[in-house]
């Protein structure tokens, strides 16, 4: 049974060029979160969906992050244009389905924009 | 306003000892609970959960208590294990029965020595 799979795994980028990032949920969940994790401020939550809906992007930091999830096995987070304060390491986490309320985290990306 | 705090930003403990990882929560209208456990570059694994109606909840070697009137929980590992080397990261949600969003305490290292 596969878990949340993120791609690319960890990512380099200079300033200004756009990031996109990439979840598959578990099959079956149906909501999907976005979260960032870094030294000063853990892990914070983005972004999440329920049903492929945006239900809270208050944790979006700004205009520059934008998140979509077209269908529910597919959902992207894009950075445009990054910054070096945007390095982190980005987790999705799906949920849903006996145990609704127990979220499951992908591996990340490691994001590191020079 | 952190809703959910790890005071204790590490832990150390003898193998075969027992590790007590705390918790402290703010806000009164959470009611359900949740333990993570993190290696390095991977995502966060769902440990153990409790919710408000309980005090207590066993699970093999982990152990989660909830004190509601003190806003407290405390994840409990006997015998601790080298294995169990990680961040531990506790977790509250304010939407018991639906798939609402985790707000993350700063997670603490426990490290425990052979």
């Known amino acids: 049974d596969a878990g949340v799979i993120q791609s690319p795994r960890h990512e380099v980028t200079e300033m200004g060029q756009e990031v996109t990032l990439r979840c598959k949920p578990i099959?079956?969940?149906?909501?999907l979160f976005w979260y960032r994790q870094t030294m000063m401020r853990g892990l914070e939550l983005l972004i999440y969906f329920n049903n492929n809906v945006p239900i809270d992007d208050s944790g979006m930091p700004e205009d520059r992050f934008s998140a979509k999830m077209p269908n529910a096995s597919f959902s992207t987070l894009k950075i445009q244009p990054s910054e070096p304060r945007d390095s982190a390491v980005y987790f999705c986490?799906?949920?849903?389905?006996?145990?609704?309320?127990?979220?499951?985290f992908g591996p990340g990306t490691r994001l590191l924009v020079l | 306003d952190q809703q959910v705090k790890q005071n204790s930003p590490s832990l150390s403990v003898q193998e075969g000892r027992i590790s007590i990882l705390n918790c402290d929560y703010t806000n009164s209208m959470f009611d359900y609970f949740l333990w993570y456990k993190k290696y390095p570059a991977e995502g966060p694994t769902f440990l153990i959960s409790?919710?408000?109606?309980?005090d207590k909840n066993e699970d093999g070697r982990f152990t989660v208590f909830l004190n509601k009137s003190a806003k407290h929980l405390s994840l409990h590992i006997v015998p601790s294990q080298p294995g169990d080397s990680a961040v531990y990261f506790c977790a509250a949600s304010a939407s018991s029965g639906n798939t609402g969003k985790l707000i993350f305490g700063q997670g603490t290292t426990l490290q425990v020595k052979p």
């Open positions: 099959s079956g969940h149906n909501s």
């Open positions: 986490a799906s949920s849903g389905g006996t145990y609704s309320e127990t979220q499951y």
């Open positions: 409790i919710s408000s109606i309980k």
